[in-house]
């Protein structure tokens, strides 16, 4: 089983950033993928980021693209999420996940962590 938990959310003014990060956890952790979604009150839960963990290579979704870097920390199993130039509309709680290796579903999911930006 695997365990995600995610961290660095919270209350920020417009414009600023924020690093959110996610640490894996669980016996032979081993992933395709690992994302970030997040899911603002009233809409459905959407994709942010994705990186490849093998090969680093990262993913972004239209939204946000061009304010957001994925990373990974590999020998500490931990990925990260820096946000930049945040906006209202970017208030969410953002969601960490991960596939099974070999997979591209994802089948794991962290408790989410709150990010609210003020206008």
């Known amino acids: 089983q695997v365990q995600l938990v995610e961290s660095g959310g919270g209350l920020v003014q417009a414009g600023g950033s924020l690093r959110l990060s996610c640490a894996a956890s669980?016996?032979?952790?081993?992933?395709?993928?690992m994302g970030w979604f997040r899911q603002a009150p009233g809409k459905e839960r959407e994709f942010v980021a994705g990186?490849?963990?093998?090969?680093?290579?990262?993913y972004y979704a239209d939204s946000m693209k061009g304010r957001l870097t994925i990373s990974r920390a590999r020998a500490e199993n931990t990925v990260y999420l820096q946000m930049n130039s945040l906006k209202p509309e970017d208030t969410a709680v953002y969601y960490c996940?991960?596939?099974?290796?070999?997979?591209?579903?994802?089948?794991?999911w962290g408790q989410g962590t709150q990010v609210t930006v003020s206008s």
């Open positions: 990186i490849i963990w093998s090969t680093s290579r990262s």
């Open positions: 669980g016996r032979s952790f081993s992933s395709y993928a």
């Open positions: 996940a991960a596939t099974g290796p070999g997979s591209s579903s994802y089948d794991y």
